[in-house]
């Protein structure tokens, strides 16, 4: 079986350590200028640095976005971040727009270059021209079905690498290229800030009763007209490895740690169950690994276009989630022993918590606890950023999480 990377985003430096402890191969993260995602964290100079050197420090890879389409007097500077991006380590940049890629190969020419999915990537001959060009990988165009990847990898060049996204938010047009943020915000998708009108609510106003809005009905939790639904491979998770290609994309820069924690660590225990047991070992286990997709921020989802034509085009619903980000460990402990948390939302004794290590997932009832700065005993408490002493039954490591019930329920539409 054919184990591709396992490639996660790192919108954040919190992002980053969650895809590095959770069992990522690589990394894809922005800095603060020439990537398409202009609203996550990103990373500037210092922050780069820090990065690449966590990933190789724990033998991954760092990925850097600069798949924006630059205009010609931004070029100079895009050549010379690139060149601080290869004198920093990482071990690629994605890039788009053709001109760009053509002018890193003249100026930074011991820089690797991944094509980015922006590129609309669908044929071998495509694949070959980027090859000769001398980049090492293409991202291939959401567009392609799983059939149409396996012939194009047969036909490509054998050197080059061919990575796909395998899951997280669907863009409604042709790899991304959207012109409909810039239309109804003036903020250009193609130049990294996009406002995602896609996800917006809509209603129809007639002409002759203005201020009387009719919404157009789609189900309870709303309606998004453009609205492709999630990316979520993992039922056809073999099939995919089959077809040779050499990374496994999880879209989402703009999600949190948590997002990051649980879909990376889902798809490295799938990734692990075909590498040792076989396709026999993860079918046993993927309904237990699809209910652990749905622990994250979610929105219905299908395969995309992997088997065809989309199952549900335009028509995704609300968010929802199943488990709510409750702690970070800061301060780890042997079993039985102390550890420090960081409270990111509140949690009570007897609550059904779950502490998430990069080993897998531990479910207990909740003790009673201490609150580090007053030295109190409570048994509930939900200050986020304040520090708590628990005593677990497992050993536990700094960047394992813990998780409870969703007590905010205008955010939980629809997950059990």
């Avoid at 959770?22 to 640095?49: I, P, S, T």
């Avoid at 991006?85 to 270059?113: F, H, K, M, W, Y």
């Avoid at 109804?184 to 203005?210: D, I």
């Avoid at 998004?224 to 995919?240: G, H, Q, T, W």
């Amino acid at each position: 079986m054919n184990i591709p990377e396992l490639l996660a985003p790192a919108g954040s430096p919190e992002s980053l350590r969650a895809a590095l402890h959770f069992g990522a191969d690589a990394v894809y993260g922005g800095m603060k200028r020439f990537g398409l995602r202009a609203f996550a964290g990103n990373f500037d100079e210092d922050q780069l640095r820090e990065a690449v050197a966590l990933c190789h420090a724990a033998g991954a890879r760092f990925y850097l976005t600069m798949n924006i389409f630059p205009w010609d007097d931004e070029l100079d500077d895009f050549v010379a971040a690139a060149r601080f991006a290869r004198d920093t380590g990482v071990d690629a940049v994605i890039v788009s727009d053709l001109g760009a890629i053509c002018l890193l190969r003249e100026e930074v020419p011991d820089l690797p270059v991944h094509v980015s999915t922006q590129a609309s990537t669908i044929n071998a001959r495509a694949v070959r021209h980027y090859h000769e060009l001398g980049c090492e990988r293409v991202i291939l165009a959401r567009e392609i079905s799983m059939e149409r990847i396996g012939k194009l990898r047969a036909l490509a060049p054998r050197e080059i690498e061919l990575e796909t996204f395998v899951h997280g938010a669907s863009c409604m047009a042709w790899s991304g290229r959207c012109l409909l943020s810039a239309g109804l915000s003036g903020r250009n998708g193609n130049r990294g800030t996009c406002a995602q009108p896609c996800r917006w609510k809509y209603a129809v106003v007639e002409e002759k009763r203005p201020g009387e809005y009719f919404p157009v009905s789609e189900d309870e939790h709303g309606t998004y007209v453009f609205s492709a639904r999630d990316l979520n491979l993992m039922p056809i998770l073999p099939e995919l490895c089959a077809t040779g290609v050499s990374s496994l994309k999880i879209e989402g820069r703009m999600k949190t740690e948590y997002y990051v924690a649980v879909t990376v660590g889902a798809y490295r225990r799938a990734l692990d169950l075909l590498r040792d047991g076989g396709e026999e070992a993860f079918r046993a286990e993927l309904p237990g690994l699809l209910d652990e997709l749905r622990c994250a921020s979610h929105r219905l989802s299908d395969t995309g276009f992997l088997l065809g034509e989309p199952e549900h085009p335009g028509m995704a619903s609300g968010f929802s989630q199943r488990r709510e980000y409750a702690a970070r460990c800061l301060e780890c402990a042997p079993a039985g022993e102390v550890s420090v948390f960081e409270l990111k939302n509140r949690f009570s004794k007897d609550d059904p918590l779950e502490l998430m290590t990069a080993a897998g997932v531990k479910p207990f009832a909740c003790p009673a606890f201490t609150v580090e700065k007053t030295g109190e005993t409570v048994e509930s408490y939900g200050i986020a950023g304040d520090r708590v002493l628990l005593r677990l039954p497992w050993e536990t490591r700094v960047g394992d999480m813990l998780r409870g019930p969703v007590h905010n329920h205008s955010r939980d539409t629809g997950g059990k």
